[in-house]
């Protein structure tokens, strides 16, 4: 063994190399002592690090954990739009698990939000694959600058809780391809995560663990990992048939590991395939060395707070702002009196239910947070936080409280029991009670700024008359009570865009028709067509649009300009100001409308954005590169990535109905073709290259009475267009069979 490696697979016993693919217990690794290879602590994730305490009878008592920072879920810190901010949460989430010993935190997880009743919505990023994988590629590099792993999860297709363990998830090829597995390909192929969790579902008929498909033909030999896979816990249903299919550990153990030892004995799993999946264990456990061999690190509890809090800033949405209702001003001269109600400002709900339920290391609140700042409100609970019926007395001090204020901050959202990893919601309305509050209220003050705390998107539309203003703020971590307050009282200007669309009716969402599926599977018959892809194509009402969130500020994006930089790529640039006096950021985002093309494709698609901080009155030059990928779909025709040639548009603005100005791009194409067959139409060998030239002498051949002449009517020609050439016989008899062998043979001359 060399000083800073642990000993290759070579040097170990066909027993030691077995327990090397499962877990010494539920949170660690198995190490092999006699090797002097340890085993490694891995713990949740992915917003903050749950290492559960245990209790008394020696148990992981998982209500317990140490202290660490709770950042904000993904459902916030998706919408900061902000790669930079999100590497810092990163590191500092590296930085805690230095201290407590903690080799691979278990995130980010970057399933898309298929249908916002998703359980795990709170702990995703976004509908939309480019920006999932553009902002949680900031957790991976973040944590792994520091020496500490990560746990891409969960791969693949864990879109909904019904059902998770064993649902089968039935997917087009393309829809994986340009939905579903984008977000982990991009973060797979530039940040080399240290290692993926699988999900519990099957795919297409297989379970994720034993997806041979997934965890080594695509994932491996098509992306380049070089990671290890993890099975979620308790996925691994077959040890043999999941090792085979590429999955390196299963957790957590089920103490079988004499089942690879026997089927490596009795030739059910290659030597070499075991010693592969061994290896990358040995690999794993070495880039973990250097940050376990330090001691006595201690984190910086208050710096990383404050991470939390700029992540919690950058996360809030401003939805609706009439009357430039907000910020409100915090000077007690010139303040107006306020009243808060609602049970959250008081007890906040900062993050979502299940495996990735942390203790904060802090806790404040906002109404801790006006008192901290002397800022003077009284304040009015509302409601309980249960799904309790409204409670008489509470509604009505609420109102009283609110008659004698001149503005009102009403916090509303989703109580925990609403929503967590294990179940799926059932509907996208608040909690009835706080609906029916609201309504009074605003009938007795009509300043109401209603900030919502909820993990995934809920109806606004049904209750947004009775405010003013509308703050979304999602789950804000820890810190979400400064957060706010500097949002609300104009230290910082609002900044977050939505992650994902908020639909007017659950009933308007695309994937409805096949939620969340029946006897077993879900077939995923939106295809491409999620969150945005489906409402902008179809030209549907939305409440709020994808990558919308309004600012303290104005911005005027102008001087759009794309130039090609290769055959199939180009570089879009714009110019954006800030045309206000209060400094802010906006996010460009830029999407590719592919216009025509030969598969159904969505309207446009979220290629490149930037985040930009403006001071008032400044103005950015902005630049965006547009890769091949951009402007490609998959074609199952070629299984592989296609970009046709022809005009793409490329629109520049602030959401995906927001577009500012629009420029086109003509591309060549990537010059793929697919041999023509007896199965080809006539109408694919006209517009074929070499067929065209063919068409043309059947044609000479027809008038020079060497060959059958064609019909020349439009409907005969209408037939024929569709009809593959072995069909020509149908419609010309002996004279078809003829055409089309001539057709067969001058393209075999032509193509040789
Ligand atoms: C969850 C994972 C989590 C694991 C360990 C599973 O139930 O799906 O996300 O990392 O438990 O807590």
């Given amino acids: ?32 002592e006699a090797k002097g290879i340890p085993g490694y602590m891995i713990t949740d994730g992915p917003h903050g690090l749950r290492k559960s305490l245990t209790s008394s009878t020696g148990e992981t008592d998982l209500d317990n954990s140490v202290p660490a920072t709770c950042f904000p879920p993904a459902a916030g810190l998706s919408s900061s739009w902000n790669p930079e901010l999100i590497h810092k949460v990163g590191e500092a989430m590296a930085e805690e698990c230095i201290q407590e010993k903690v080799a691979v ?60 363990l064993r649902v089968d998830a039935r997917i087009s090829q393309r ?153 409100l001003n915090a000077d007690p001269a010139a303040a107006r009196k306020i009243a808060v109600i609602g049970e959250f400002a008081r007890t906040p709900r900062y993050q979502g239910g299940g495996s990735s339920h942390i203790t904060p290391t802090k806790m404040t609140s906002f109404l801790d947070t006006l008192a901290e700042r002397g800022i003077k409100a009284d304040f009015a609970p509302g409601f309980t936080l249960d799904m309790e019926p409204a409670d008489p007395a509470l509604e009505s001090e609420a109102v009283e409280t609110a008659k004698n204020a001149d503005v009102v901050l009403m916090f509303l959202g989703l109580p925990e029991a609403a929503e967590s990893e294990g179940f799926d919601r059932d509907t996208l ?60 009282f104009g230290q910082g200007s609002p900044s977050g865009k939505l992650a994902q669309s908020i639909p ?49 500020a104005t911005f005027e994006i102008a001087d759009v300009a794309a130039a090609k930089t290769g055959a199939n790529t180009a570089t879009v640039t714009a110019t954006v100001t800030n045309t206000s006096d209060v400094d802010a950021s906006e996010t460009v985002q830029v999407y590719v409308a592919p216009g025509k093309a030969d598969v159904a494709r969505p309207k446009h698609e979220l290629k490149g954005f930037t985040k930009v901080f403006l001071k008032a009155g400044e103005s950015k030059t902005v630049t965006i590169d547009l890769d091949e990928r951009a402007f490609a779909y998959w074609s199952e025709k070629y299984n592989d990535w296609h970009v046709e040639s022809g005009e793409y548009a490329i629109e520049v603005g602030t959401s995906s109905r927001d577009i500012a100005e629009t420029v086109t791009v003509a591309l060549d194409g990537d010059g793929k073709t697919q041999p023509l067959t007896e199965w080809s139409t006539y109408g694919e060998w ?67």
């Fill in 429 to 488: 309305d608040m909690p009835a009670k706080q609906i029916a509050l609201l309504e009074q209220v605003a009938a007795a003050n009509k300043n109401v700024v209603v900030v919502l705390s909820n993990g995934s998107v809920i109806t606004v539309a049904p209750w947004a008359k009775n405010a003013k203003g509308i703050l979304e703020s999602w789950l804000l971590g820890q810190s979400g009570g400064p957060a706010l307050a500097d949002v609300i």
């Fill in 686 to 752: 006209e517009v074929d290259p070499f067929g065209a030239k063919i068409v043309a002498a059947v044609a000479a051949a027809g008038e020079a009475g060497e060959l059958p002449k064609l019909p020349d009517n439009a409907m005969m020609r209408m037939f024929l267009n569709s009809m593959p050439i072995n069909s020509l016989p149908t419609l010309l008899g002996e004279g078809g069979k003829k055409i089309a062998q001539f057709m067969l043979d001058e393209y075999a001359k032509l193509s040789k």
């Fill in 1 to 32: 063994m060399s000083e800073s490696t642990y000993p290759s697979v070579k040097d170990l016993t066909l027993e030691e190399k077995a327990s090397l693919t499962s877990g010494g217990d539920a949170w660690h690794l198995q190490g092999v």
């Fill in 105 to 164: 935190i278990l995130g980010p997880g970057v399933n898309i939000k298929r249908n916002p009743l998703g359980g795990r919505c709170f702990e995703y990023w976004s509908e939309d694959p480019y920006l999932a994988g553009h902002e949680a590629i900031g957790i991976v590099e973040g944590v792994q600058s520091k020496g500490v792993g990560t746990s891409l999860k969960h791969f693949a297709a864990n879109n909904q809780e019904t059902d998770r």
């Fill in 504 to 552: 007017l009716d659950i009933n308007d969402d695309p994937s409805m028709l096949n939620w969340p599926g029946e006897e077993g599977h879900v077939d995923y018959g939106e295809g491409v067509f999620v969150g945005y892809r489906y409402y902008d194509t179809y030209g549907k009402v939305v409440d709020y649009p994808f990558g919308y969130g309004l600012s303290y």
């Fill in 175 to 327: 829809a994986l391809r340009e939905i579903y597995l984008p977000a982990f390909e991009h973060i797979v192929k530039t940040a080399q995560p240290w290692t993926i969790m699988c999900s519990y579902n099957r795919i297409n008929g297989v379970h994720s663990a034993q997806n041979h498909w997934l965890l080594t033909d695509v994932l491996r030999d098509e992306w380049g990992f070089e990671g290890i896979v993890m099975s979620d816990w308790g996925a691994d249903h077959d040890r043999v048939a999941s090792l085979n299919a590429g999955l390196n550990l299963e957790m957590p153990p089920s103490y079988t590991d004499d089942q690879i030892v026997y089927a490596a004995r009795d030739g059910r799993i290659a030597p070499a395939q075991l010693d592969r999946m061994a290896q990358g264990m040995i690999d794993l456990i070495n880039k973990a060395r250097a940050a376990m061999s330090i001691d006595g690190y201690r984190f910086d509890v208050d710096a990383h707070d404050e991470v939390a809090h700029q992540a919690a800033i950058e996360s809030i949405v401003l939805l609706k702002n009439d009357d430039a209702i907000l910020p």
